[in-house]
């Protein structure tokens, strides 16, 4: 998002989309952790998903104006500068999912679940992804993935994004008595029919979105994403041993 990006960019992050979280369960009974890369995680590849969105398109000048802010916004999710965010995922035939998310860089992030609260937190550094039953105390290896090919993935997968994007619509308005940019749109994750409308509230000092409002129709399946991001500097994250 500028975001996470914000981080440069955005709000906290980027619009990858992340293994990381994928199928994390814990084994039999206490067993160990075990990575699987389907089933079950479906909510989670959509949180993170959301967890960068930022877009545009339009008509006439102004809206071109739009449309080329947004695109750039877009291009730098797959960035992230030291952020914090709070993400509550709506989905429409199921119980309300409350997250925090910190980015320490793109090669070391902390997903933190709050509501249900029984799940694992989740952490990848580098090229390995870890889980922690814990909160934090220990870590034990998910599965390890290459960034190179994560990195490229990701940056494929916001260009496809930002082609897609319509009916943008760029303006202002108040968080708290503070006035941002506001910027909303249609867009495609898939590079097919509309499947996402987002609006975001952006810095315009830095292009930080510190808020983010995304209604997704992925997977037949409506869900309401709100995310509020903070700027964190110095942010620091465990490194598992």
């Known amino acids: 998002m500028a975001r996470p990006h914000l981080p440069k960019g955005g709000a906290g992050g980027s619009l990858w989309k992340p293994r990381w979280r994928q ?34 398109a339009g008509q006439g000048a102004l809206a071109d104006e739009c449309r080329d802010r947004m695109m750039a916004l877009v291009a730098k999710s797959v960035s992230a500068q030291q952020s914090k965010g709070h993400i509550i995922s709506e989905p429409a035939n199921g119980p309300k999912i409350e997250n925090e998310f910190f980015i ?6 902390l997903f933190k679940p709050i509501d249900p609260p029984d799940l694992p937190w989740t952490l990848t550094y580098v090229d390995t992804a870890y889980a922690s039953y814990d909160e934090g105390r220990t870590w034990a290896v998910a599965y390890r993935f290459d960034p190179e090919t994560q990195a490229e993935t990701s940056r494929k997968y916001m260009e496809t994004m930002a082609q897609s994007t319509v009916n943008a619509q760029c303006g202002t308005g108040e968080i708290d008595g503070v006035t941002y940019d506001v910027l909303e749109a249609d867009m495609s994750t898939t590079g097919g029919e509309i499947d996402t409308h987002s609006k975001y509230w952006v810095d315009p000092a830095n292009e930080f979105v510190v808020r983010a409002e995304t209604l997704s129709h992925l997977g037949g399946m409506e869900t309401r994403f709100t995310q509020t991001w903070e700027i964190v500097e110095g942010l620091e994250l465990p490194i598992p041993q």
């Open 23 to 56: 199928g994390l369960t814990r084994g039999a009974g206490s067993g160990p952790l075990q990575a699987r890369e389907t089933v079950g995680d479906d909510m989670y590849q959509k949180i993170l998903a959301m967890t960068v969105l930022v877009l545009a």
């Open 104 to 109: 320490a860089s793109m090669d070391h992030m």
